[in-house]
């Protein structure tokens, strides 16, 4: 798995992902996507127990510009949006904040109403600003079929130790 990104990425960028390298290959798929402007790499447990992400690479005028979601693909979270890592100490950051959610057991709740999916916030246990715990949300613009609960909630495992 490791060696699609070694194939695909540049030094600079193998550093950002190295964390990666740690992840168990028997339980992981690693799918790789070559778009026009960017590489896209999507990471799934094979059991379902981690939490999914997807990172991007931008090439041509995006060179240097990373994108970071995780989550369910229609209710994913963006941890990072075109950010730049040309600076070493953005690249470390960006590179910490991977382990660190690669270290998370992450919570996940689906608000709804009337059935239908109003809200989804992701807790990861690791990731904290000033050491308040953080949440990402997701607000879709439409309405999904649901379930009766108005509030469900769902754990993924580490990615890593």
């Not at 990425?9 to 690693?30: D, H, M, Q, Y």
């Not at 960017?38 to 379902?48: A, V, W, Y």
Request: proline share 5%; charged share 30%.
């Amino acid at each position: 798995m490791f060696e699609i990104l070694e194939k695909n990425l540049s030094g600079e960028e193998l550093k950002i992902v190295a964390p990666i390298e740690r992840l168990n290959e028997g339980n992981t798929e690693c799918t790789f996507i070559n778009r026009k402007d960017f590489l896209e790499f999507n990471f799934t447990g094979k059991n379902k127990q981690h939490c999914p992400f997807e990172l991007y690479f931008g090439r041509n005028e995006h060179l240097n510009k990373f994108n970071f979601y995780f989550g369910l693909s229609e209710f994913s979270v963006e941890f990072y949006n075109y950010d730049d890592f040309s600076d070493p100490g953005d690249a470390e950051k960006i590179k910490q904040d991977i382990e660190l959610f690669l270290k998370s057991q992450i919570r996940v709740h689906f608000f709804s109403r009337k059935n239908k999916i109003k809200k989804v916030a992701y807790y990861p246990d690791k990731l904290s600003t000033s050491e308040n715990p953080i949440s990402f949300q997701y607000n879709p613009g439409f309405s999904l079929p649901f379930f009766k609960k108005d509030i469900r909630t769902e754990s993924y495992a580490p990615w890593i130790k």
